[in-house]
């Protein structure tokens, strides 16, 4: 294993030192007593055999049941010790990736894909726990058992121990082999499987999909095929297995039968005691295991180096948006927003998205942002709170440049609705508090009641405690929409940003939310396609090819003949043909 990967684990272990080291001191025990219970049985055997006394074979009868008792005790603790190490470094991994991504911008997901992240959050995390509970427990028995139980060995008799162990290579060998083709079978089982849960999970979700182009057959089929590739990968993987182990018993046998071969004379000449024969015979069967697993946890080694790796590897990526270490908090926040020559470039584009903007906000101001698909409008709404990362000296909020900001004080001060409104799996009323969960039931009332959503939520089975998502009702696109409204009004925070956050809501609703929106003295920045209601603003922006065409109020802009005259005259064109 390479040393970079070896530190890592060391780095993984150390918080669990103490566990690991009572962890070893048990194993050691245990094996210590494993040697003595079969020594002090070939004691029994020759004392025994020369004089049988009722009281000897009571001593000995309670010492070994006392102490097979007492080493019972002490693997299971070993056990308990040195597998929870493996899950409490799970554990801290987990917490450590996820905490890790949640510091991550949303343009790091999307060049990552979720599935792979997950994949290394739960099997590579796994592949390590495996590593630090059944390898470590292996190699540290393997250990023990052959230091402490080879010198006894050869002290009963050398020729015949290294008789006997002559075969034991070869297990070794057997498992190591095996232990490669075991694996990449079980990862043809595992692909096998995920192939075909996405299969069926894309084939319900794409249901309406499969039924209006008549494809039932042709997906069938698809499943059939997949179906009988894991069936395969897994009567492969059941062979070996089934292949494995019996090999296994059968060469442990074979250094029975060469006990038996070579130790058979030595026992009639009388050179070997017939306790001494018994105790190799159990000290052999007592070496099987711990060779044979050392096979097994090379290759859990190598697996676990490999996911090492791939964890290490999303951890080591910085976050691109960090909060300065002199950043400062906004108190009170008045709303005021400056953008100076803003120029925004995505990865791999030499177009900027941002080409020179500048504008100022006053505060209590609304200021509509419109223009055609593509002119930059939600790339200027993901950078005002940051989603997106920015060069210092660019945006402003109350005069201070929002680079400079604390993330809460940010946050906090402007909420902003993205165009795809996300819930959770939870209640309408978990979600709404989502951004504030101390705040009141009258609370969350009211900004439902803004979001014009109340009087359907009180429709729903069990009202605002009803479920929604994957586990709960389904909610139309507006009402999902109004709840994600709801939520960024609860915040009451100073600015409020929607990008195209009334899309699915119809005129008469989004004209009511606009209207009590323009009754209050906060800030707002409204993306729209719906041009009656950027009218409805102070001012309105018009985008072009990112930068800013026009600005102006709509009457002004209608006066002037330009880009908005012809968006509007269109948009009054679409509306009488419908
Ligand atoms: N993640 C991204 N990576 C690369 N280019 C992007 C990304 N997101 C947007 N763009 C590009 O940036 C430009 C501005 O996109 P933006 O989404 O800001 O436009 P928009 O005006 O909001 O459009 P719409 O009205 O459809 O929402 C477009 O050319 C778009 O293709």
């Known amino acids: 294993?390479?040393?970079?990967?070896?530190?890592?684990?060391?780095?993984?272990?150390?918080?669990?030192?103490?566990?690991?080291?009572?962890?070893?001191?048990?194993?050691?025990?245990?094996?210590?007593?494993?040697?003595?219970?079969?020594?002090?049985?070939?004691?029994?055997?020759?004392?025994?055999?020369?004089?049988?006394?009722?009281?000897?074979?009571?001593?000995?009868?309670l010492l070994i049941l006392g102490l097979a008792t007492v080493m019972g005790l002490i693997r299971v603790w070993s056990r308990v010790l040195l597998f929870s190490i493996g899950r409490r470094v799970e554990f801290d991994l987990k917490g450590r990736i996820f905490a890790h991504l949640l510091r991550m911008s949303p343009a790091y997901f999307a060049q990552n894909p979720v599935g792979d992240l997950i994949n290394r959050a739960t099997s590579d995390v796994e592949?390590?726990?495996?590593?630090?509970?059944?390898?470590?427990?292996?190699?540290?028995?393997?250990?023990f058992a052959y230091t402490l139980t080879l010198p006894v060995m050869l002290g009963l008799d050398g020729a015949l121990t290294l008789q006997c162990l002559a075969v034991y290579p070869l297990m070794f060998l057997a498992v190591w082999l095996f232990s490669d083709r075991l694996r990449s079978e079980q990862i043809a089982v595992q692909r096998g499987l995920d192939g075909l849960s996405s299969l069926i999970q894309e084939d319900i979700n794409g249901i309406s999909l499969i039924k209006v182009y008549?494809?039932?057959?042709?997906?069938?089929?698809?499943?059939?095929?997949?179906?009988?590739?894991?069936?395969?990968?897994?009567?492969?993987?059941?062979?070996?297995?089934?292949?494995?182990?019996?090999?296994?018993g059968g060469l442990a046998s074979g250094s029975l039968l060469v006990l038996l071969w070579f130790g058979g004379p030595r026992l009639a000449e009388g050179s070997l005691t017939i306790g001494a024969f018994a105790a190799l015979a159990i000290y052999i069967e007592r070496l099987v295991f711990p060779t044979a697993l050392l096979g097994f946890t090379i290759t859990s080694y190598q697996r676990g180096q490999v996911s090492i790796e791939?964890?290490?590897?999303?951890?080591?990526?910085?976050?691109?948006?960090?909060?300065?270490?002199?950043?400062?908090?906004?108190e009170p926040v008045r709303g005021?927003?400056?953008?100076?020559?803003?120029?925004?470039?995505?990865?791999?584009?030499?177009?900027?998205?941002?080409?020179?903007?500048?504008f100022h906000i006053e505060p209590g101001e609304s200021v509509a942002i419109v223009g055609a698909i593509g002119s930059g409008k939600s790339t200027l709404a993901n950078v005002l709170p940051r989603l997106l990362e920015i060069a210092p000296g660019q945006v402003f909020l109350?005069?201070?440049?929002?680079?400079?900001?604390r993330f809460d004080s940010l946050r906090t001060a402007i909420a902003y609705v993205p165009q795809e409104s996300f819930l959770f799996s939870a209640t309408v009323e978990e979600n709404i508090r989502y951004g504030r969960p101390d705040a009141s039931e009258q609370a969350v009332v009211a900004a439902a009641r803004q979001a014009r959503i109340h009087d359907e939520i009180t429709d729903f089975p069990r009202g605002y405690r009803t479920l929604v998502g994957e586990r709960g009702i389904t909610l139309s696109g507006g009402?999902?929409?109004?709840?994600?409204?709801?939520?960024?009004?609860?915040?009451?925070?100073?600015?409020?940003?929607?990008?195209?956050?009334?899309?699915?809501?119809?005129?008469?609703?989004?004209?009511?939310?606009?209207q009590h929106l323009a009754r209050q003295k906060r800030t707002l920045l409204l993306i729209t396609h719906r041009l009656s209601a950027a009218a409805a603003c102070d001012r309105i922006l018009v985008m072009e090819r990112g930068q800013i065409a026009e600005s102006g109020s709509h009457a002004e802009l209608l006066r002037r003949g330009g880009l908005y005259r012809q968006l509007w005259e269109q948009q009054e064109l679409e509306k009488a043909l419908s």
């Open 479 to 514: 009402q999902r929409q109004r709840v994600a409204l709801a939520r960024a009004f609860l915040m009451d925070a100073p600015v409020l940003v929607l990008d195209d956050s009334l899309a699915s809501v119809d005129n008469q609703t989004a004209e009511e939310i606009l």
């Open 127 to 143: 592949n390590v726990r495996r590593l630090l509970g059944f390898a470590l427990l292996s190699i540290i028995n393997t250990f």
């Open 214 to 248: 008549a494809q039932e057959e042709n997906e069938r089929r698809a499943f059939d095929q997949k179906n009988e590739q894991l069936l395969k990968a897994n009567l492969s993987l059941a062979l070996s297995r089934n292949l494995i182990f019996p090999l296994l």
């Open 1 to 61: 294993m390479a040393s970079s990967s070896l530190s890592q684990l060391y780095s993984y272990l150390k918080p669990h030192r103490g566990s690991l080291l009572l962890g070893v001191f048990t194993l050691l025990t245990t094996n210590a007593l494993g040697v003595a219970i079969p020594w002090l049985l070939a004691q029994a055997i020759d004392d025994l055999g020369r004089k049988l006394t009722s009281g000897g074979l009571l001593y000995y009868t």
């Open 336 to 358: 005021a927003i400056d953008v100076k020559a803003l120029t925004y470039f995505f990865e791999d584009s030499d177009r900027p998205a941002l080409d020179g903007v500048n």
């Open 310 to 330: 791939r964890i290490e590897r999303i951890l080591s990526v910085a976050p691109s948006i960090v909060e300065r270490s002199d950043a400062v908090s906004l």
């Open 398 to 405: 109350d005069g201070v440049d929002v680079t400079y900001l």
